[in-house]
């Protein structure tokens, strides 16, 4: 599989609080970063999604939280160490940065719900037709952006070796729907640069 300048890659969440020894760590969620190291070159357009949310955010419940919709441990609270990106990843100077979360008020998994930023629009502009999902975590944030870019007409690929999930039931879950929906799974390794990619 070839990538051209029509593909973009996303990388989700691949924040401090979301790895091993965060607040919400996945498990070996690191061993993302050197996959999706190795990608950032294949494409031209690159989307780095993040969650960025306000100290007194909906989703959190400090005391006891339950782990799952609007009982998270506080996490990637605004400008904390826990929201930044993990150092090794390789964050290019031209890739789009995505906030999301950043409404008190509202639960937000998907790169596509940011608010002040219409990502299909940025998307469409830079004339993408087809995006590759890569990062954390494969049953929440990357399930919920590769939906809305399916359900957006973005071709949608999921890259396997370079996501990870917070359980394994609700990662199967994940796999099971995404497939079902019409978006497929590849392998690192079968992603290739195309001839165009870097000519512009």
């Not at 029509?6 to 969440?13: G, R």
């Not at 949310?53 to 441990?73: G, M, N």
């Not at 917070?166 to 195309?194: F, Y």
Request: glycine share 8%; net charge negative; hydrophobic share 40%.
């Amino acid at each position: 599989m070839k990538t051209d300048v029509t593909d973009a890659l996303i990388v989700v969440d691949v924040q401090n609080c979301f790895l091993p020894g965060g607040s919400l760590g996945v498990e070996e969620g690191d061993r993302v970063i050197p996959v999706i190291n190795r990608l950032v070159p294949l494409f031209e357009h690159k989307v780095y999604t993040r969650d960025w949310h306000p100290p007194d955010h909906v989703s959190f419940a400090p005391e006891t939280p339950k782990y799952h919709d609007l009982s998270w441990p506080p996490h990637c609270v605004q400008n904390t160490e826990g929201a930044e990106f993990s150092t090794a990843l390789d964050v290019v100077p031209d890739a789009l940065v995505v906030s999301k979360g950043d409404d008190p008020d509202r639960e937000a998994y998907s790169g596509f719900q940011a608010s002040g930023l219409d990502l299909t629009a940025e998307l469409r502009d830079g004339g993408v037709e087809r995006v590759f999902v890569t990062g954390l975590a494969t049953d929440y944030c990357v399930r919920a952006t590769a939906l809305d870019a399916k359900k957006a007409g973005f071709e949608v690929v999921l890259v396997r070796d370079a996501v990870r999930g917070v359980a394994p039931e609700t990662t199967k879950r994940a796999l099971v729907e995404l497939e079902q929906e019409g978006i497929d799974s590849v392998s690192s390794e079968e992603i290739e640069p195309g001839d165009l990619v870097g000519s512009r």
